[in-house]
C-alpha cells in the first residue's frame, strides 16, 4: 500500500503491477458526489437568498442551509447504502419534525430528546400554513419567529430534490444532466413566488445561478458521454468553459436590466392573494363622536369626555397629532375605513406586520425628521380595536397583556396610517413603536392631485353647496377647497347637540343629516363629525381627493382625554402625500343662538302655563270613515268567529288537539315516503347514461313487486331474468330480455328507446296493481321495503357483459316448479279487495 492522497488508498496488484485507486470507506462520497454536493449546496444558498427580502436577519438563511446540509447527508448516505430514494424521504420528514422545534420555535418540547406533541403540532401548523401567514404580512417579518419553518422547509426541499435528481438513474444521457438543475431552478422559481415585488439581488438570482446551473449542467453533460480526455485538454477546456459562462453572465445582467426595465415588479403569489381580513365590518369611530363632548351635566357611561385615554411617553414636538382612526370611504350612511380606496405609492389595505415594518419614508438627509421612539399607555376611556398611532411606524411592539396575541393579529394600513388589533384593547395595555413624522403641513404652494375619486349617487346634494361657496375662488381646485372651508368656518354654528334648545342639532353624518340638516338648512350647525364629514366630501366632489381622520392633539402633559378629540381632514398633493386641514380651519366654535318659541297670542302675568301637549304622530296616518268602517266590520266578524268556536262542545278541541296531531305527523311520514318514491322515480327516468335509464327502469318494476310483496330474488349473482321468475306479470320476462339486450348490447342505446322501454315497465307496473286489492295497492304506496338497501350493494345489472351466460343461453336457472310454488304461496297470502 503506498501513499496518496488524504482519504483514499492506493491498492497494488502484485500480478500485473497495477494500482488502483480506492475510497477508504463506501460511505464516504467520491470525486463526482463532491461536486454534485457542491453545486447543490452553491444552488440552494442563490435559491434561499431570494427570501432576504421576507426576514429580517440573516438568521432565515443560517436555518435554511442547515435544513439543506441536513437533507444532502441523508441523502448521500441512504445512496451509498443501496437503499431507495423514498428513504431518504422519510428519515428527511422525521428529522424536519425533530430539529424543527429547536431551530425554529427555540422550543424542545416535553422531553430532552424528543419534542413534545405541542412543538410538532406547531411545526406542522407552519409547514403547511405558513406560507398564507407570510404572503398576508407586510414584510420583512421577524426573522426568529414561527415562520422560520418556511425557510428550514425549503433548504430540506433543495438538498433532497437537487442531489437525490442528480443520483436518479435515467436511461437518456441529457435527461440525466438535465434533471438536477431543473429541479432547483424549480426551487429557485419557488422562493421567488414565495418572495417579494422586487428582488432581493438581481445579479445573485439572475446571473450567478444561471453561471453556477450551467457549469454543473456541462459537468454532468461531460461525465453522462463518458468521453475520454487526456493531459491538460481537460483542464483548459474546463477553463474555458467557466470563462465563456462568466462572460455571458456579465453580459446578460445589465441586458436584462434594459430589456425589462429596472423598476418592473415580478409575478409573485403576494399579487393575487388578498388578506383575509374585512375592515368594513367594524364600525366607524367617526359615528361615536359624541362621546367624547361635554355632556353638561347629563353624561351617561359611554361618555369619556373628562376620562383618560391614553398616555403618551416620548420626545415629540408641540402640536404632534396622534390618529385613532382614518376614514377613506363614503357610502352615503359613514365616512369608514376601507381597503385600496385610492391607489397610491404605499399598500392601501391592512396587513399583518411584522416588529419591523417596512413603511417608506423620505431620507433626514432630505429635511424629513429623524425616527422617534413612542410609548402609549392605554386609560381607562379606551376601548374597541383601533389602536392609537403616531407618525408613520416603523417598528412596532405590545409591552402588556397578550402581548404575543396581539402581535400575531395586529394590523396596519401603510396608506392610511392606521392601526387595528381585532382582538380588542383594554385599559393598561401598553406598547412601544418606532415612527416618523410625516410633512403634513398644508401650504400656499401645495397642488392638490388630480386622482379621480368617486362618491356614491346620493352624495350629489353637495355638488351645488360645493359651486355655490366657491364660484368666486376661481379654478384652482386647492384654492376652491380652501373657499369652502372659509364659508363653512364663517358661516357655520357649533353645537353638540347637548342642552335643552340645542336636542334639535342630531348626531350622525348621513345624507340626511348633511344635507337637510346642515348645508340646506336655514343655519349650519353640528359638530366635528359634520363639519369634517362634509369638508371631506366638498373636496372629493372639487376633485382633490379627502379622507376623515379621528384623533386628537397631544397636550403638553402627554395625558389625551375625551376633551382633546376632534376630526380633521387630510387632502393629497400632488406628490402623493397627505396634508393635513385642521379642524379650525373649516369649523365654527360660535354657538348658535337659542332658539325660543314663538306664540302668537300675547300672554301678561308673570307665569306663563305651559303650551298644550302635541300628540305623537301616527304611523299609519289620517283614517277615513271608510277605513274605520272597514275595522269595525272586520272585528264584528272576528267576534263572531270567536262565538262560533266557543260554541262547540268542549270534546272537539280535546279531539283536535290530542288526535289531530298525531295524525298530521303521520300523514306527513306517509307523504314523505311517497314523494321520496317519486323523485327517485324520476331520477332513474332521467339519468344521464342511456343505458342507466334501462337499469332504472327494470329496477323500478322489481321495486314495484317488492313493494307489492312478492318474493323477487336479490344478490349480486342474481341476474334480470331470474329475477323475472319472482315477478308475478306476463311481461316481466320480456322486459328483462330486453333490459339485458340493450345493456350489453353493442352499440350505446337510443333516448327514444329508454322512453319506449320506460312506457312498457310504466304499463306493467299498472297492470300489477289491477291484479291485488285496494288496500293492498295502499300498502305498496307507502312500502319501506323498496327503500331498505340489499344484503349486498352490488347487483346483477351492475355486471359486465357474459357474467350472466347461462341466462342468455334461454335455460332458465330455478325451476318451473319452484317458480309455480312461490306463485302459489304468493296468491294465498294475497289479501281480497
Known amino acids: 500500500m503506498s501513499e496518496a492522497p488524504a482519504g483514499r488508498r492506493v491498492r497494488t496488484s502484485s500480478s500485473t503491477g497495477t494500482r488502483t485507486r480506492v475510497r477508504s470507506h463506501a460511505l464516504l462520497p467520491d470525486r463526482h458526489s463532491w461536486v454534485d454536493i457542491a453545486f447543490t449546496l452553491a444552488l440552494a444558498l442563490v435559491a434561499l437568498s431570494a427570501l432576504g427580502s421576507s426576514f429580517t436577519g440573516s438568521t432565515y438563511l443560517v436555518v435554511g442551509m442547515l435544513g439543506a446540509v441536513v437533507a444532502v447527508v441523508v441523502t448521500h448516505l441512504t445512496r451509498a447504502a ?52 407570510l404572503l398576508t404580512t407586510l414584510p420583512p417579518v421577524d426573522g426568529d419567529g414561527p415562520l422560520l419553518v418556511l425557510p428550514w422547509l425549503a433548504g430540506m426541499l433543495a438538498g433532497l430534490v437537487g442531489l437525490g435528481l442528480a443520483h436518479l438513474p435515467v436511461r437518456r444521457a441529457w435527461l440525466a444532466a438535465v434533471l438536477p438543475v431543473v429541479g432547483m431552478t424549480l426551487v429557485l422559481s419557488g422562493a421567488i413566488l414565495l418572495g417579494v415585488r422586487h428582488p432581493e439581488s438581481l445579479l445573485l438570482q439572475g446571473s450567478v445561478f444561471a453561471g453556477l446551473a450551467l457549469a454543473w449542467l456541462a459537468v454532468r453533460a461531460r461525465r453522462a458521454s463518458a468521453s475520454v480526455q487526456g493531459g491538460t485538454t481537460s483542464y483548459v477546456r474546463g477553463v474555458g468553459a467557466v470563462v465563456m459562462i462568466a462572460l455571458a453572465a456579465a453580459v446578460a445582467f445589465p441586458l436584462s436590466a434594459v430589456l425589462a426595465g429596472r423598476d418592473a415588479d415580478r409575478a409573485v403569489a403576494r399579487n393575487w392573494v388578498e388578506p383575509p381580513f374585512d375592515i368594513g365590518k367594524y364600525p366607524s369611530p367617526l359615528a361615536g363622536f359624541r362621546k367624547y363632548v361635554n355632556p353638561k351635566g347629563t353624561s351617561t357611561g359611554a361618555n369619556v369626555y373628562d376620562k383618560t385615554l391614553l398616555e403618551v411617553d416620548g420626545e415629540l414636538p408641540e402640536g404632534t397629532r396622534v390618529r385613532f382612526a382614518t376614514m377613506d370611504r363614503y357610502d352615503g350612511m359613514v365616512w369608514g375605513a376601507s381597503d385600496n380606496a385610492l391607489p397610491g405609492p404605499a399598500d392601501d389595505s391592512f396587513q399583518r406586520v411584522s416588529s419591523t415594518i417596512d413603511n417608506p419614508v423620505p431620507d433626514p438627509a432630505d429635511g424629513a425628521a429623524d425616527p422617534t421612539e413612542v410609548t402609549i399607555t392605554l386609560g381607562e376611556g379606551w376601548s374597541g380595536v383601533w389602536l392609537p398611532t403616531i407618525g408613520s411606524l416603523q417598528s412596532m411592539t405590545f409591552d402588556t ?158 395625558v389625551v ?209 289491477q291484479e291485488v286489492g285496494r288496500w293492498q295497492r295502499l300498502r305498496a304506496a307507502v312500502s319501506l321495503r323498496s327503500l331498505r338497501p340489499a344484503r349486498t350493494t352490488r347487483e346483477a345489472d351492475t355486471r359486465a357483459p357474459g357474467a350472466d351466460d347461462e341466462a342468455t343461453t334461454g335455460e332458465p336457472v330455478v325451476r318451473r316448479g319452484a317458480r309455480l310454488r312461490a306463485l302459489a304461496d304468493w296468491r294465498s297470502r294475497r289479501t281480497p279487495d
Not at 352499440?747 to 315497465?761: F, G, I, L, R
Open 561 to 769: 382625554t375625551g376633551a382633546d378629540v376632534s376630526a380633521w381632514v387630510e387632502l393629497r398633493a400632488a406628490d402623493g402625500s397627505w396634508r393635513t386641514l385642521p379642524t379650525e380651519a373649516f369649523m365654527s366654535l360660535t354657538p348658535p343662538a337659542d332658539q325660543v318659541p314663538e306664540t302668537n297670542t300675547p300672554m301678561s302675568g308673570t307665569v306663563i302655563p305651559p303650551p298644550n301637549p302635541i300628540p305623537p304622530p301616527s304611523d299609519a296616518g289620517e283614517q277615513s270613515d271608510a277605513d274605520l268602517k272597514e275595522r269595525k266590520a272586520s272585528r264584528k266578524d272576528a267576534a263572531e268567529d270567536e262565538g262560533l268556536v266557543a260554541s262547540l262542545p268542549s270534546w272537539v278541541g280535546v279531539v283536535v288537539t290530542y288526535v289531530g296531531g298525531p295524525l298530521l305527523l303521520v300523514a306527513l311520514v306517509l307523504g314523505a315516503i311517497v314523494a321520496f318514491k317519486a323523485w327517485r322515480r324520476l331520477r332513474r327516468r332521467r339519468a344521464d347514461s342511456m343505458s342507466a335509464r334501462f337499469v332504472g327502469a327494470w329496477r323500478e318494476l322489481v321495486d314495484h313487486a317488492r313493494d307489492l310483496g312478492q318474493p323477487v330474488p336479490l344478490g349480486p349473482t342474481v341476474t334480470r331474468r331470474e329475477q323475472s321468475v319472482g315477478i308475478v306479470s306476463g311481461q316481466a320476462a320480456v322486459l328483462a330480455r330486453r333490459a339485458d339486450s340493450f345493456v350489453f348490447g353493442p352499440s350505446v342505446p337510443a333516448e327514444a328507446a329508454a322512453a319506449t322501454y320506460w312506457e312498457s315497465v310504466d304499463a306493467e307496473r299498472r297492470a300489477m296493481s
Open 82 to 133: 443501496g437503499w431507495p430514494i423514498i428513504s431518504a424521504v422519510v428519515i428527511c420528514v422525521v428529522l424536519f419534525f425533530l430539529l424543527g422545534g429547536p431551530l425554529c420555535l427555540r422550543s424542545l418540547g416535553d422531553s430532552a430528546l424528543f419534542p413534545g406533541a405541542s412543538t410538532i403540532a406547531s411545526v406542522a401548523d407552519q409547514a403547511v400554513f405558513g406560507w398564507k401567514d
Open 401 to 558: 397583556g397578550d402581548a404575543r396575541t396581539k402581535a400575531e393579529v395586529f394590523r396596519y394600513n401603510l396608506a392610511t396610517s392606521t392601526a387595528v388589533v381585532p382582538t380588542g384593547l383594554q385599559p393598561g395595555d401598553r406598547y412601544t413603536f418606532t415612527e416618523v413624522q410625516p410633512d403634513d403641513e398644508l401650504t400656499p404652494e401645495t397642488v392638490g392631485s388630480a386622482e379621480v375619486t368617486s362618491l356614491p349617487p346620493s352624495a350629489s346634494f353637495i355638488q351645488a353647496p360645493a359651486d355655490k361657496w366657491t364660484e368666486d375662488a376661481g379654478t384652482d381646485p386647492m384654492d376652491r377647497v380652501l373657499a369652502a372651508a372659509e364659508h363653512l368656518r364663517s358661516q357655520g354654528k357649533y353645537s353638540d347637540g347637548v342642552g335643552r334648545t340645542q336636542k334639535i342639532y342630531v348626531a350622525g353624518h348621513s345624507v340626511w343629516r348633511l344635507s337637510d340638516e346642515f348645508v340646506n338648512a336655514p343655519q349650519i350647525v353640528g359638530n366635528d363629525e359634520q363639519y369634517a364629514a362634509t369638508m371631506a366630501l366638498i373636496a372629493n366632489q372639487i376633485g382633490v381627493p379627502a379622507r376623515v381622520v379621528l384623533g386628537a392633539v397631544v397636550p403638553a402633559s402627554g
